[in-house]
């Protein structure tokens, strides 16, 4: 079991403020719905990549004393399955479906190193465009909800954005993330550089699974 969580907005904050951090304990297991279950089970390694080089951090593990499950949380700086930074992941996904870049472009602004591959920057982007769709009609319902003036729910207006899904996903996230800074005070200085990581942890906490 996942959850996603803000414990740093970068991989940097993460390694600098570790022996900080507070790691919540959820009240409920999310397998078993067993109420204050968890007891601390250690954690465990990832190295997570930029384009020059790998990050040793550890997760931080609880264990479900009625289930016997174990929930990690994984900062919203990485995704489940990809071994590279979301902010690598997300200047190559911008560049291709926001900035309409080439495969030839993208693979020079997202890999200035020669990592990650080509193969790899496709695959990222073709899974974008897979999941889109879901993800955008999550945020569209959610803004159609609690904020039905967001001008990107106009079908007609000029704000509306794109049509094609993975733009269309970007542009939304946009809306979303301008929506909840109004709810959560902690997410006033997040900006345009934020977008996929709040939709993220955003969507996550939403049951949506993959978003790349």
Request: glycine share 8%; hydrophobic share 45%.
């Amino acid at each position: 079991m996942v959850i996603v969580t803000e414990l740093g907005r970068t991989v940097e904050d993460y390694l600098a403020h570790f022996e900080q951090l507070i790691f919540p304990r959820p009240a409920q297991c999310p397998q078993c719905q067993a109420a204050d279950p968890f007891i601390g089970h250690g954690f465990y390694g990832r190295k997570p990549l930029d384009t020059a080089h790998a990050y040793h951090i550890r997760i931080k593990r609880w264990y479900c004393t009625a289930c016997h499950g174990t929930l990690s949380l994984l900062p919203s700086f990485v995704l489940r399955f990809r071994h590279y930074l979301l902010v690598v992941i997300q200047s190559v996904v911008v560049a291709r479906y926001e900035g309409g870049a080439s495969w030839a472009q993208v693979a020079r602004q997202g890999a200035p190193h020669g990592a990650p591959s080509a193969r790899t920057i496709r695959r990222w982007c073709r899974s974008f465009a897979t999941h889109a769709p879901v993800w955008w009609a999550a945020v569209q319902q959610t803004l159609a909800r609690y904020d039905a003036a967001a001008p990107g729910l106009d079908p007609l207006g000029a704000a509306a954005g794109p049509r094609e899904m993975p733009p269309a996903l970007l542009h939304a996230a946009l809306h979303l993330l301008a929506w909840a800074k109004t709810r959560w005070a902690e997410l006033a200085d997040y900006g345009l550089a934020d977008r996929l990581r709040f939709l993220w942890h955003w969507g996550f906490g939403q049951g949506l699974a993959r978003l790349i």
